[in-house]
C-alpha cells in the first residue's frame, strides 16, 4: 500500500531556480529515503534520513523531516536543466508484517534551460 | 562496475504466454525485489527475496511467480494469469534488512507489452 505521498505532482521551474517538493505519510518511520528516476531508467538513490534527524545535505541536495508532521520536504538549489527527473518518496515502517520500503508516487520536475 | 543488470529492455508477451524477466547483480547483496511501475504512478512491490531458496509475497504478487536459486539471481515470471501485464517492471537489491530497510539499488527496468 503507498504510504508516502508527494506534493506537487509536476513542477516546472527555470534553471538556477530552487526546487521543492513534498512528503506526507501516514505511519511511525524508521528512516525515510529520496530518490530519483530519469525517464526509461531505474530509480537512483539520493538521501536517506533516519527518524531521529532533522535535516541532511548532500551536495545540492538539503533534506527535512519532521516526524510530528509526518512530512519531509527534499530542496534542490541552483537547479540544472540535468536534474529534470521523477522524484520519489520511501518511507521505511516502524512497524507491521511486512516491513518493506512503500514509495509513493512521485513528483515530476522540469527545469527549463 | 558493480550493478544490476535487467533483460531484455523491451518484451512483448502474446496472450496466454508465460514470459521470464531476468535480474541479475553483482554487488554481493543479500535481498532483492520485484516492482511494477504503471505510467504517472509509483512502485508497487510484487516480490521479494532476504536471502537464498526464501521469497515472500508483496502487494500485487498475483499472476506473477519467482525463483531464487542464486544470490546473484532473481528471476520474474509474468503468468497468463496476469490479466493486465503492459507495465514498467523494476528490479532492485540491498544489503539484508536489519532494524531498518536500506537503500535500493535499481536495474533500468523491462517495458512489457502486449502483442
Given at each position: 500500500?503507498?504510504?508516502?505521498?508527494?506534493?506537487?505532482?509536476?513542477?516546472?521551474?527555470?534553471?538556477?531556480?530552487?526546487?521543492?517538493?513534498?512528503?506526507?505519510?501516514?505511519?511511525?518511520?524508521?528512516?525515510?529515503?529520496?530518490?530519483?528516476?530519469?525517464?526509461?531508467?531505474?530509480?537512483?538513490?539520493?538521501?536517506?534520513?533516519?527518524?531521529?534527524?532533522?535535516?541532511?545535505?548532500?551536495?545540492?541536495?538539503?533534506?527535512?523531516?519532521?516526524?510530528?508532521?509526518?512530512?519531509?520536504?527534499?530542496?534542490?538549489?541552483?537547479?540544472?536543466?540535468?536534474?529534470?527527473?521523477?522524484?520519489?518518496?520511501?518511507?521505511?515502517?516502524?512497524?507491521?508484517?511486512?516491513?518493506?520500503?512503500?514509495?509513493?508516487?512521485?513528483?515530476?520536475?522540469?527545469?527549463?534551460? | 562496475?558493480?550493478?544490476?543488470?535487467?533483460?531484455?529492455?523491451?518484451?512483448?508477451?502474446?496472450?496466454?504466454?508465460?514470459?521470464?524477466?531476468?535480474?541479475?547483480?553483482?554487488?554481493?547483496?543479500?535481498?532483492?525485489?520485484?516492482?511494477?511501475?504503471?505510467?504517472?504512478?509509483?512502485?508497487?512491490?510484487?516480490?521479494?527475496?532476504?536471502?537464498?531458496?526464501?521469497?515472500?509475497?508483496?502487494?500485487i504478487a498475483e499472476g506473477y511467480?519467482?525463483?531464487?536459486?542464486?544470490?546473484?539471481?532473481?528471476?520474474?515470471?509474468?503468468?497468463?494469469?496476469?490479466?493486465?501485464?503492459?507495465?514498467?517492471?523494476?528490479?532492485?537489491?540491498?544489503?539484508?534488512?536489519?532494524?531498518?530497510?536500506?537503500?535500493?539499488?535499481?536495474?533500468?527496468?523491462?517495458?512489457?507489452?502486449?502483442?
Amino acid at each position: 500500500s503507498q504510504q508516502g505521498e508527494e506534493d506537487p505532482q509536476a513542477l516546472s521551474i527555470q534553471e538556477g531556480e530552487n526546487a521543492t517538493m513534498n512528503c506526507s505519510y501516514k505511519t511511525s518511520i524508521n528512516n525515510l529515503q529520496w530518490y530519483r528516476q530519469n525517464s526509461g531508467r531505474g530509480l537512483v538513490h539520493l538521501i536517506l534520513i533516519r527518524s531521529n534527524e532533522r535535516e541532511k545535505h548532500s551536495g545540492r541536495l538539503r533534506v527535512t523531516l519532521d516526524t510530528s508532521k509526518k512530512s519531509s520536504s527534499l530542496l534542490i538549489t541552483a537547479s540544472r536543466a540535468a536534474d529534470t527527473a521523477s522524484y520519489f518518496c520511501a518511507t521505511d515502517p516502524a512497524s507491521g508484517s511486512a516491513r518493506q520500503l512503500t514509495f509513493g508516487s512521485g513528483t515530476q520536475l522540469t527545469v527549463l534551460p | 562496475d558493480g550493478g544490476i543488470t535487467q533483460s531484455p529492455k523491451y518484451l512483448f508477451r502474446k496472450e496466454g504466454q508465460n514470459v521470464t524477466l531476468s535480474c541479475e547483480q553483482n554487488l554481493n547483496h543479500d535481498a532483492m525485489y520485484w516492482y511494477r511501475q504503471d505510467p504517472g504512478q509509483g512502485l508497487r512491490l510484487i516480490y521479494y527475496s532476504q536471502i537464498v531458496n526464501d521469497f515472500q509475497k508483496g502487494d500485487i504478487a498475483e499472476g506473477y511467480s519467482v525463483s531464487r536459486e542464486k544470490k546473484e539471481s532473481f528471476p520474474l515470471t509474468v503468468t497468463s494469469a496476469q490479466k493486465n501485464p503492459t507495465a514498467f517492471y523494476l528490479c532492485a537489491s540491498s544489503m539484508r534488512p536489519g532494524p531498518q530497510n536500506q537503500p535500493q539499488h535499481f536495474g533500468d527496468g523491462t517495458r512489457l507489452s502486449i502483442l
